[in-house]
């Protein structure tokens, strides 16, 4: 079967499900998308490592990053290989140097561990065109990662971007993550305008 490459997007609130999180991934010189519904911690591990922001202790995937490094052990790419009852299935590609392994995992911790190991994302022609979403143009694209009117003032708004950058860290040096990511949106925000 040829394999798809994928590229991540995008990260938000799933509207869907409560407490969720969906994270876009789009297909390489291609228009369709694969949103995927995560939880909180994973979608919190992977926008920590997108924003290459470091907490003050290693998280779960930070230290299998770190116990494979220390045996020589690479994943070499992660394939989303089933979709079966809404739920996405993965396989971590492992090399140690002799062998080649496949390892069962939950999408969001092999995408988790993508990140980390700068390993290529993969799916396959057939769950593109059962979970695939297609957009026509930008415009609705940028649509569905746009927050809803009613959102909330941030409790940010006040802060000088000197100040959020010092609060940003004291959240991490806490591992405070959910204040962090509030954070981080709200400079992102300053940053676009």
Do not use: W
Not at 14 to 22: E, F, I, P
Not at 75 to 88: L, R
Not at 116 to 132: C, D, N
Not at 144 to 165: G, H, K, M, T
């Amino acid at each position: 079967m040829q394999k798809i490459e994928l590229t991540i997007l995008g990260l938000s609130y799933s509207q869907t499900q409560t407490n969720s999180y969906a994270l876009i991934l789009g297909e390489v010189n291609g228009k369709r998308r694969l949103p995927i519904v995560i939880g909180h911690f994973e979608a919190q591990a992977i926008a920590l490592e997108l924003e290459k922001m470091k907490p003050s202790r290693p998280l779960t995937h930070d230290l299998f990053k770190n116990f494979a490094d220390t045996f020589a052990i690479s994943v070499e790419e992660v394939i989303i290989n089933k979709f079966q009852e809404g739920i996405f299935y993965a396989l971590l590609v492992c090399n140690d140097g002799v062998k080649v392994q496949h390892i069962d995992s939950r999408t969001s911790d092999a995408i988790a561990l993508a990140i980390r190991f700068g390993s290529p994302i993969y799916t396959y022609e057939h769950i593109m065109s059962q979970a695939g979403i297609t957009y026509d143009d930008e415009e609705s694209e940028q649509a569905a990662f746009d927050p809803p009117l009613d959102e909330p003032v941030s409790e940010f708004n006040a802060f000088s971007l000197q100040e959020l950058e010092e609060e940003l860290q004291k959240a991490v040096d806490n591992e405070d993550y959910e204040k962090a990511s509030l954070i981080r949106d709200e400079i992102k925000k300053r940053n676009i305008l």
